[in-house]
């Protein structure tokens, strides 16, 4: 793995309107209505390690996802890959170089087409490889997520949740890209079968130097998988470190709440005070200063004044300790 970041998100915002029609709104004198999914979103993606993104659901990681991969439009900022920036078209070249795995295998796979139909087909559109080896391509790919050759002539209805989640990843990498985004992939399947796709996917970066995003609401399922966490609240990323860095020494009082919710066996430890208490503020009306202020046990005044950016705490192994955080550098030590 080098440093050298293979995509780049640079202040990359997404607002939706949704306010009533003008008129309405003139004749009702109503305002307009704002909602703020992503606001100045900065994160780098190495290439070849497998950076997690986690974060409450509405935090924003899936909104990111699909901006990465061209689906939705930034309202402002811009995706940088290899140092050129990818305009808001892309042709069939860029989007063959960021795929994404979906939360749920099925609705993700039509249902009508064979495993070998759906692989063929990608590898016939992006001429990955001659048609005369295509289905040699195809069976190389199903080994490679570890399915038979049966799997090939068989429909996604016919597999297990696991499977399916398989074939998915199959599907994303027919087309070799530079980068694998994995959006909640194992949230939707059994917890039996959560280590085994995460062992794929430690594989597949192992084997084919693969780059991955891999998108989770739960730190646990990351611990031992990913370089590096970033931790997204309300539209923000707040803290950025080593996996095991920010384990040991988390500087957010988010990302604290977040490791305090994992459950463990026979836990009395006073951890169980830093989850926070009732829902995010609403992404229509986001508060004044620190957006995590309101639910913060450690706030002060200043946290409701000052909105904190992204800012270096330390350096271990190469990797910058980021947090955004009033209080970093004085919290008290985690329980």
Do not use: W
């Not at 997520?145 to 074939?167: H, K, M, N, T």
């Amino acid at each position: 793995m080098t440093d050298a970041p293979v995509l780049e998100v640079d202040d990359v915002a997404k607002t939706y309107d949704v306010s009533a029609p003008l008129l309405q709104r003139l004749f009702r004198q109503q305002q307009r209505t704002l909602l703020t999914a992503l606001d100045g979103v900065d994160l780098e993606l190495r290439r070849g390690e497998i950076l997690a993104l986690v974060g409450e659901s509405g935090s924003g990681k899936s909104t990111l996802a699909n901006i990465l991969v061209g689906s939705l439009p930034a309202t402002r900022g811009q995706v940088v890959q290899d140092g050129s920036a990818i305009p808001a078209r892309r042709d069939k070249e860029l989007s063959r170089r960021i795929q994404m795995v979906f939360q749920d295998p099925y609705s993700s796979l039509n249902p009508r087409l064979t495993v070998r139909a759906m692989l063929s087909e990608l590898l016939r559109v992006h001429d990955i490889v001659p048609r005369s080896e295509v289905r040699k391509e195809c069976l190389r790919l199903v080994s490679l997520v570890g399915l038979d050759e049966d799997a090939l002539d068989a429909y996604p209805g016919q597999f297990s949740g696991g499977q399916r989640q398989r074939i998915a990843i199959a599907r994303a990498l027919a087309v070799r890209p530079d980068v694998l985004i994995a959006d909640e992939p194992v949230s939707a399947l059994d917890v039996s079968v959560q280590a085994t796709i995460l062992e794929l996917f430690a594989s597949l970066r192992d084997e084919l130097g693969l780059t991955i995003l891999f998108i989770a609401h739960n730190l646990a399922v990351v611990q031992h998988l990913c370089q590096r966490v970033a931790v997204m609240y309300l539209g923000r990323i707040v803290e950025v470190a080593g996996t095991d860095e920010i384990f040991a020494n988390p500087r957010h009082p988010y990302t604290r709440a977040l490791i305090a919710s994992i459950p463990r066996m026979g836990d009395t430890s006073g951890a169980a005070d830093l989850v926070p208490e009732g829902e995010p503020p609403s992404p229509y009306d986001l508060p004044t200063g620190c957006r995590y202020h309101p639910r913060c046990p450690f706030a002060e005044a200043q946290c409701r004044e000052l909105d904190p950016s992204l800012r270096p705490l330390s350096e271990s192994a190469g990797r910058v300790h980021l947090s955004a955080c009033l209080r970093a550098s004085d919290l008290p030590e985690s329980p």
